[in-house]
């Protein structure tokens, strides 16, 4: 019997926040050095970033009620003798 | 940031008279997509729960189905905002002496150019399309005498009359600068 522990999926989504913290930082560092000086820019950048604070938010809601810890089976030597 | 009463290398005379921006079907268009793309996991949600509500709420599938969520949720929310941004930074900024040309392609492109009203020879205005002609929008290509002779200026609001109002501007500046401009006709 393979297992993975559940948390693989979390290090993964980990991987990729990273990746998405870098392009919307660098997506606003783009607004506010070359953007015009008007309320439609910042307001443009606060809701943007309130937008990602809620996402992140209801995501870690829902992500903190997982059990990360528990194993998952992936492969299971008696299932797979069926095909041979 | 840019401010567009001033703006970089003014010079004191110079105001600036207008600036351009893509038609704002653009933005609506992007829009429209976003909302699709929002209604995909909502609509999976609603079949997988009137068909077989089970199939998400195993030990594998429900953690699956929740980070998969939220990383499709920022992913496009990211994928929006990055699209708005590249409509928002691309912008034609006309003063009474110059063209200030400012193109954002993608997060890590931007093109900034400066054109002399004195030194243009030709603007042209193209619309082409059923929805270019229904909603009043096409392209501006402005030939210079300069040596990047061409700039298009994709799906501008109403481009003829922005090309007459152009030319006009045009012509007041080539009288301001006759001298300069005979001399680089003749070339002496």
Same mark, same amino acid.
């Given at each position: 019997?393979?297992?993975?522990?559940?948390? &693989? =999926?979390?290090? =993964? /989504?980990?991987?990729?926040? =990273?990746?998405?913290?870098?392009?919307? =930082?660098?997506? &606003? /560092?783009?607004?506010?050095?070359?953007?015009?000086?008007?309320?439609?820019? !910042?307001?443009?950048?606060?809701?943007?970033?309130?937008?990602?604070?809620?996402?992140?938010?209801?995501?870690?809601?829902?992500?903190?009620?997982?059990?990360?810890?528990?194993?998952?089976?992936?492969?299971? /030597?008696?299932?797979?003798?069926? /095909? !041979? | 940031?840019?401010?567009?009463? @001033?703006?970089?290398?003014? +010079?004191?005379?110079?105001? %600036?008279?207008?600036?351009?921006?893509? @038609?704002?079907?653009?933005?609506?268009?992007? %829009?429209?997509?976003?909302?699709?793309?929002?209604?995909?996991?909502?609509?999976?949600?609603?079949?997988? $729960?009137?068909?077989?509500?089970?199939?998400?709420?195993?030990?594998?599938?429900?953690?699956?189905?929740?980070?998969?969520?939220?990383?499709?949720?920022?992913?496009?929310?990211?994928?929006?905002?990055?699209?708005?941004?590249?409509?928002?930074?691309?912008?034609?900024?006309?003063?009474?002496?110059?063209?200030?040309?400012?193109?954002?392609?993608?997060?890590?492109?931007? %093109?900034?150019?400066?054109?002399?009203?004195?030194?243009?020879?030709?603007?042209?205005?193209?619309?082409?399309?059923?929805?270019?002609?229904?909603?009043?929008?096409? @392209?501006?290509?402005?030939?210079?005498?300069?040596?990047?002779?061409?700039? %298009?200026?994709?799906?501008?609001?109403?481009?003829?009359?922005?090309? +007459?109002?152009?030319?006009?501007?045009?012509?007041?500046?080539?009288?301001? @600068?006759?001298?300069?401009?005979?001399?680089? $006709?003749?070339?002496?």
């Amino acid at each position: 019997m393979i297992t993975a522990p559940l948390y &693989v =999926l979390l290090i =993964l /989504y980990a991987i990729f926040l =990273l990746g998405f913290a870098f392009f919307s =930082l660098f997506a &606003v /560092y783009h607004l506010i050095k070359f953007g015009f000086r008007t309320l439609g820019n !910042f307001l443009m950048i606060f809701i943007f970033l309130g937008m990602c604070v809620i996402v992140l938010f209801v995501s870690w809601q829902y992500i903190n009620q997982i059990d990360w810890l528990q194993n998952v089976v992936l492969f299971e /030597y008696g299932n797979a003798t069926q /095909y !041979f | 940031m840019l401010d567009l009463n @001033h703006l970089p290398n003014q +010079r004191e005379f110079e105001k %600036t008279l207008f600036s351009l921006r893509r @038609h704002w079907i653009v933005p609506v268009a992007i %829009t429209f997509v976003f909302l699709i793309l929002v209604a995909i996991p909502i609509i999976f949600y609603l079949l997988v $729960q009137s068909t077989n509500p089970t199939l998400i709420q195993g030990t594998v599938s429900w953690p699956l189905f929740v980070v998969g969520l939220s990383t499709y949720a920022l992913a496009i929310w990211l994928f929006y905002f990055n699209s708005l941004i590249d409509y928002y930074l691309d912008v034609w900024i006309v003063t009474n002496e110059r063209i200030i040309v400012i193109e954002q392609k993608g997060l890590f492109s931007r %093109t900034i150019a400066e054109l002399k009203l004195y030194r243009i020879q030709d603007v042209k205005a193209e619309v082409h399309g059923i929805i270019p002609t229904l909603f009043d929008f096409g @392209h501006i290509t402005i030939q210079t005498a300069a040596e990047e002779t061409h700039f %298009t200026f994709k799906q501008i609001p109403a481009p003829y009359k922005i090309s +007459r109002k152009i030319l006009e501007v045009v012509e007041q500046d080539r009288e301001k @600068h006759l001298d300069e401009f005979k001399s680089e $006709q003749t070339g002496v």
